[in-house]
């Protein structure tokens, strides 16, 4: 089990026959859940900060660490398909009776993830917040008329290559401290990166992270059986909604 992180508490559940571990705060508050969701380089410890305060407003606060992610299971299907995380999601919200007060939080991989369950399963959450990726498809469409943004992108078209599980995986992950040390300039990572690096060290863990860019932009296995619920991340959540960017 991955270590806690001060003012929450580690747990695990099965989904679908998927063991997912997550992190919690509040479990004894009978205010509703919020469930928030992480993204690529990181895991469940970037709400380490968060959790304790949304458990102090009166919510059940967890996070858990996504599918493939250590201490959560790798799935034996192979799906990295955002559209599974979101159905992970929505059974998570069902194991830890959840209702429709419920609140769902996301950043980067975890604001796709958040834009899928909302919208398909909009009975569920009541608030949405996103950040770093906006709702609906304005990624998609940055994708393809945005030079700029292709040019931030450029480690996603290079996951892409089978050459990459192991440029990431060399020395501890130094591409992982790259990554945060381009995209926070000046920022001590140090503590970051002591926490999320267990969920990436294991080349199966790796693999799996990888396999959602393999899957959302490359030739990564997409389960047909999912297209329903994967065409929900170009739908707008009806909720309130707050995006978050910088």
Same mark, same amino acid.
């Given at each position: 089990?991955?270590?806690?992180?001060?003012?929450?508490?580690?747990?695990?559940?099965?989904?679908?026959?998927?063991?997912?571990?997550?992190?919690?705060?509040?479990?004894?508050? +009978?205010?509703?859940?919020?469930?928030?969701?992480?993204?690529?380089?990181?895991? $469940?410890?970037?709400?380490?900060?968060?959790?304790?305060?949304?458990?102090?407003?009166?919510?059940?606060?967890?996070?858990?660490?996504?599918?493939?992610?250590?201490?959560?299971?790798?799935?034996?299907?192979?799906?990295?398909?955002? $559209?599974?995380?979101?159905?992970?999601?929505?059974?998570?919200?069902?194991?830890?009776?959840?209702?429709?007060? $419920?609140?769902?939080?996301?950043?980067?991989?975890?604001?796709?993830?958040?834009?899928?369950?909302?919208?398909?399963?909009?009975?569920?959450?009541?608030?949405?917040?996103?950040?770093?990726?906006?709702?609906?498809?304005?990624?998609?469409?940055?994708?393809?008329?945005?030079?700029?943004?292709?040019?931030?992108?450029?480690?996603?078209?290079?996951?892409?290559?089978?050459?990459?599980?192991?440029?990431?995986?060399?020395? +501890?992950?130094?591409?992982?401290?790259?990554?945060?040390?381009?995209?926070?300039?000046?920022?001590?990572?140090?503590?970051?990166?002591?926490?999320?690096?267990?969920?990436?060290?294991?080349?199966?863990?790796?693999?799996?992270?990888?396999?959602?860019?393999?899957?959302?932009?490359?030739?990564?296995?997409? +389960?047909?059986?999912?297209?329903?619920?994967? $065409?929900?991340?170009?739908?707008?959540?009806?909720?309130?909604?707050?995006?978050?960017?910088?």
């Amino acid at each position: 089990m991955s270590a806690t992180s001060p003012g929450s508490s580690s747990h695990s559940v099965t989904i679908d026959g998927l063991e997912l571990a997550y992190l919690a705060a509040g479990l004894d508050n +009978d205010g509703p859940l919020a469930v928030c969701l992480h993204g690529f380089p990181d895991s $469940a410890h970037t709400w380490r900060h968060l959790l304790p305060r949304l458990a102090d407003a009166g919510y059940r606060a967890v996070a858990p660490f996504l599918r493939g992610y250590a201490p959560s299971a790798v799935p034996a299907d192979g799906r990295f398909q955002t $559209a599974a995380s979101a159905l992970d999601v929505i059974g998570l919200h069902g194991a830890l009776g959840g209702d429709s007060r $419920a609140v769902i939080i996301g950043h980067d991989w975890g604001s796709i993830i958040t834009n899928i369950a909302a919208a398909h399963r909009p009975d569920l959450w009541s608030k949405v917040v996103m950040s770093a990726v906006p709702p609906g498809n304005a990624v998609g469409m940055a994708f393809v008329t945005n030079l700029a943004q292709i040019k931030r992108s450029w480690y996603m078209f290079f996951f892409q290559h089978p050459l990459a599980d192991m440029v990431v995986g060399a020395n +501890d992950l130094a591409y992982i401290d790259m990554l945060w040390n381009d995209w926070s300039p000046g920022f001590d990572a140090t503590e970051e990166l002591a926490l999320l690096k267990p969920s990436l060290r294991d080349p199966a863990n790796l693999q799996a992270a990888l396999g959602y860019y393999r899957a959302t932009i490359g030739a990564g296995y997409n +389960d047909p059986a999912l297209q329903d619920v994967q $065409a929900k991340s170009n739908v707008i959540p009806s909720q309130p909604l707050l995006y978050l960017h910088g």
